[in-house]
């Protein structure tokens, strides 16, 4: 295998547009700086609801597809290379939201178990080795159950791993502070009515939201703000964008943050942390 880049970063994402949504600037700012970023998306998002009339003919596996291709273009615009799907395409299919009886599908993310479903995880940490992983909080940011099946993945990952001999040093969940997200939605209504959007999203429409106290980790990757709103673009099926603002199929609009932030869980933060690798003296030789 190719030596990799002194720094290397792990997410955890549940569907293809989570990713984009929740760290694409992120992602977008550390392969900039020559960081090798992996993710790893857990489901194709079989069930999602689709957005342009002319691409509704698509359900199940034929959307999974169609979504995987819309993965690999929003990567590509994130410079990001390294993009898997656990356990490998099809594994395991969307859970659909919570409570429907598509939960029940014993093929489904849901249903799998953890211990194997961590173990194909655990796989790609040891053979990536990164000193960072990000993933979500045990609510999986808003109640998917797909998105708390990836939590418990996750963090089951990071304890096999160690197990056999790689300890990854930093853990972060998504969040996003309350004061920013409130700020955010009062300029929303001012640009609201030159927006393609009939109404705002609310506060609580917004996962990971948390009293400000609890974010530890301010990533500013303003300066790839054109690539996240590429990346999420990209999901087309899912997502339409009119910066600074996205909707998904609710048609409720919703800021497009490009400064990212995180709750640091496992590992110890720097004061005003703004680098998840802070602290881990780790640069990059070129």
């Not at 359900?59 to 291709?69: F, I, S, Y």
């Not at 929303?188 to 009293?211: E, H, I, N, Y």
Request: proline share 5%; glycine share 10%; with cysteine.
């Amino acid at each position: 295998m190719t030596e990799l880049p002194a720094r290397r970063l792990l997410l955890v994402h549940a569907h293809p547009d989570d990713e984009s949504i929740n760290n694409g600037a992120t992602m977008a700012r550390y392969a900039a700086e020559g960081a090798h970023v992996t993710l790893v998306t857990c489901t194709l998002g079989e069930r999602g609801e689709v957005i342009p009339a002319h691409l509704r003919h698509l359900t199940g596996a034929a959307l999974g597809t169609h979504r995987r291709g819309e993965l690999a273009d929003a990567v590509r615009a994130l410079g990001v290379s390294d993009a898997r799907l656990l356990g490998g395409a099809g594994r395991y299919g969307d859970s659909g939201m919570m409570g429907i009886p598509d939960n029940d599908d014993p093929g489904c993310f849901w249903q799998a178990d953890v211990d194997e479903a961590a173990g194909h995880l655990a796989e790609v940490i040891l053979e990536v080795r990164p000193q960072v992983l990000v993933a979500y909080d045990d609510q999986g940011g808003y109640g998917h159950p797909d998105h708390i099946q990836a939590h418990r993945v996750a963090m089951r990952a990071v304890d096999l791993a160690a197990e056999r001999g790689h300890r990854i040093a930093k853990v972060y969940w998504n969040r996003v502070p309350r004061s920013v997200v409130e700020a955010a939605f009062e300029r929303l209504q001012d640009a609201l009515p030159a927006l393609p959007f009939d109404k705002s999203a609310s506060v609580a429409d917004v996962p990971g939201v948390v009293d400000d106290a609890r974010i530890t980790t301010r990533v500013d990757g303003s300066a790839h703000a054109g690539a996240k709103a590429d990346a999420m673009r990209a999901h087309a099926t899912q997502i339409v964008v009119a910066e600074p603002y996205f909707a998904l199929s609710n048609d409720l609009a919703q800021p497009l943050f490009t400064t990212e932030y995180y709750e640091l869980v496992r590992g110890t933060a720097e004061p005003g942390e703004s680098d998840l690798f802070a602290g881990l003296g780790i640069e990059e030789t070129s």
